[in-house]
C-alpha cells in the first residue's frame, strides 16, 4: 500500500537509488525541527560510518540550511536517504503527525527512530535485526547505553554540537522486559522505566508494524504532551511483544542536546504537566484503541500502574516535597486524584537509592564529532 502523504509535505530528495533495496530489513527515520548544527553533525558521522540503511528524514523545521545541505547528495555519498520537508512543527499535534507520516512511508519490517543529537553504534544493528528476526516474542532489541555530557568552561553541560571538553558515562545493560502477557509488561515497565533506562527502548531496533499502529492514533486522538504520546507509543509496543537488551554498546545519548526536552524541562516537570494535560482521560482512551479490546480488569490494572507511575515520578522529581502535602492535581479526575494522593502518600517517606559515581570513560571514535 502506497504511504499516506501529509497535506503540504514534499519530497524534497529521492533518487530511485536512494530507495530501500529488496532486502533491506531496516530503515532509520530521522525526524527533524532546526537545530541544523546537531543534523549536520549526525549526517556527517552517519557518512562517515557508511551508513548501509536507507534513512528517511522528516523536516519540520523552519531553518532552509538543512534542505540546501541535503539537496546536495554529493556531500554525503555514502548515503542512501530519501529527505521530506513537512509543514512547520507549530504545535504538538503537527509533530505527532508528521511522525505518523514518516512512519507509514516505511517498507521494511522493522525500523530505528532517531534523533540528531545521538549517534547510533551501527555495528551494534545486525546483531539487533538478527534476534528479533528469531524470535517473533520480541518488538524492540538494543543494547547498552552511553550518556554523553559536553561541558562548558564553568562546568555546566553545554547545548551546543560541541565544546572543549565532556563527560561520558556507560549505564549498566538494562534488563530485558520480558512477560507472559502484554499487561504484564506494561505494569512491569511502568514500575521501573526510570530505574532501568527501558524509556530508552524508543531508539531500539523496533518491528515497523507495531510503531505504524500506535502512531496512527494521532489521526484521531490529540495527545496534549509528549510524554503521554510516548507512553501510548510503548503500549502498544508492549502488547505486542517483548523488550530484548543485549550486552552490547548500541546508543550515545547527547545529554542536554535535546531540544524538546530542554523545552520542556523549562516549562514544568513531568509530574505538573501530566497532571493538568488530561493526560489520564488520554490513556484511558489509548487503552480503549487496542484492539482486540483489552478486558476491563486488564485496563484497571493498568491504569493503577499508571497511577503508581505518576506518584512515583513525583517523588523522584521532587525530593524536597518528601515530608509535605499532597501535590496539587488541578483538572484532574476526583478519582484519579483520590488514587494519586494515596500513592503519594505511600512513596514520600521512601528512601531514594543513590549510586555510586561513576568514572568518565573516552569515545576517541566520536570525538572528532562533538570536541572543538
Given at each position: 500500500m502506497r504511504p499516506r502523504f501529509a497535506q503540504g509535505d514534499q519530497v524534497v530528495y529521492n533518487r530511485s537509488?536512494?530507495?530501500?533495496?529488496?532486502?533491506?530489513?531496516?530503515?532509520?527515520?530521522?525526524?527533524?525541527?532546526?537545530?541544523?548544527?546537531?543534523?549536520?553533525?549526525?549526517?556527517?558521522y552517519?557518512?562517515?560510518?557508511?551508513?548501509p540503511y536507507p534513512i528517511l528524514i522528516a523536516d519540520g523545521g523552519a531553518d532552509q540550511a538543512v534542505q540546501s545541505d541535503l539537496e546536495q547528495p554529493s556531500r554525503y555519498p555514502?548515503?542512501?536517504?530519501?529527505?521530506?520537508?513537512?509543514?512547520?512543527?507549530?504545535?504538538?499535534?503537527?509533530?505527532?503527525?508528521?511522525?505518523?507520516?514518516?512512519?507509514?512511508?516505511?517498507?521494511?519490517?522493522?525500523?530505528?527512530?532517531?534523533?540528531?543529537?545521538d549517534f547510533v553504534l551501527l555495528d551494534a544493528i545486525p546483531q539487533c535485526l538478527a534476534f528479533l528476526s528469531a524470535h517473533a516474542g520480541f518488538v524492540a532489541c538494543g543494547g547498552k547505553r552511553i550518556v554523553l555530557?559536553?561541558?562548558?568552561?564553568?562546568g555546566e553541560y553545554s547545548d551546543q554540537p560541541t565544546s572543549q571538553q565532556y563527560h561520558a558515562i556507560a549505564d549498566d545493560r538494562p534488563p530485558s522486559l520480558v512477560g507472559d502477557t502484554?499487561?504484564?509488561?506494561?505494569?512491569?515497565?511502568?514500575?521501573?522505566?526510570?530505574?532501568?533506562?527501558?524509556?530508552?527502548?524508543?531508539?531500539?531496533v523496533l518491528r515497523t508494524a507495531a510503531v505504524q499502529r500506535g502512531a496512527a492514533a494521532v489521526r484521531s486522538q490529540d495527545f496534549h504532551d509528549p510524554v503521554t504520546f510516548e507512553i501510548h507509543m510503548h503500549l502498544h509496543w508492549l502488547l505486542t511483544g517483548n523488550y530484548m537488551a543485549l550486552d552490547l554498546p548500541f546508543l550515545v545519548k547527547h545529554e542536554g542536546g535535546a531540544q524538546l526536552t530542554a523545552a520542556l524541562n523549562a516549562q514544568a516537570s513531568v509530574f505538573e504537566r501530566f497532571?493538568?494535560?488530561?493526560?489520564?482521560?488520554?490513556?484511558?482512551?489509548?487503552?480503549?484503541?487496542?484492539?482486540?479490546?483489552?478486558?476491563?480488569?486488564?485496563?484497571?490494572?493498568?491504569?493503577?500502574?499508571?497511577?503508581?507511575?505518576?506518584?512515583r515520578e513525583a517523588?523522584?522529581?521532587?525530593?524536597?516535597?518528601?515530608?509535605?502535602?499532597?501535590?496539587a492535581l488541578a483538572g484532574v479526575p476526583?478519582?484519579?486524584?483520590?488514587?494519586?494522593?494515596?500513592?503519594?502518600?505511600?512513596?514520600?517517606a521512601t528512601p531514594q537509592p543513590h549510586s555510586a559515581a561513576r568514572p568518565s570513560i573516552k569515545l576517541p571514535n566520536l570525538e572528532p564529532y562533538f570536541l572543538d
Open positions: 537509488d536512494m530507495l530501500p533495496a529488496q532486502n533491506d530489513l531496516l530503515t532509520i527515520v530521522l525526524t527533524l525541527k532546526d537545530r541544523s548544527a546537531f543534523t549536520f553533525r549526525w549526517m556527517r552517519m557518512n562517515d560510518q557508511r551508513c555514502h548515503l542512501r536517504y530519501t529527505y521530506v520537508r513537512f509543514p512547520f512543527d507549530r504545535d504538538y499535534g503537527t509533530y505527532y503527525r508528521k511522525f505518523a507520516d514518516a512512519v507509514d512511508r516505511v517498507t521494511t519490517p522493522y525500523v530505528l527512530l532517531a534523533d540528531n543529537d555530557r559536553l561541558l562548558r568552561p564553568d502484554g499487561v504484564e509488561r506494561i505494569c512491569t515497565f511502568l514500575a521501573g522505566a526510570r530505574r532501568h533506562s527501558w524509556w530508552t527502548s524508543w531508539h531500539h497532571v493538568v494535560s488530561n493526560a489520564f482521560g488520554e490513556l484511558r482512551w489509548s487503552l480503549g484503541s487496542w484492539e482486540p479490546a483489552l478486558s476491563a480488569a486488564d485496563r484497571e490494572r493498568i491504569e493503577q500502574a499508571l497511577v503508581q507511575w505518576i506518584a517523588h523522584a522529581l521532587a525530593p524536597e516535597a518528601r515530608h509535605a502535602g499532597t501535590p476526583r478519582r484519579v486524584a483520590g488514587l494519586v494522593d494515596r500513592a503519594w502518600r505511600r512513596f514520600r
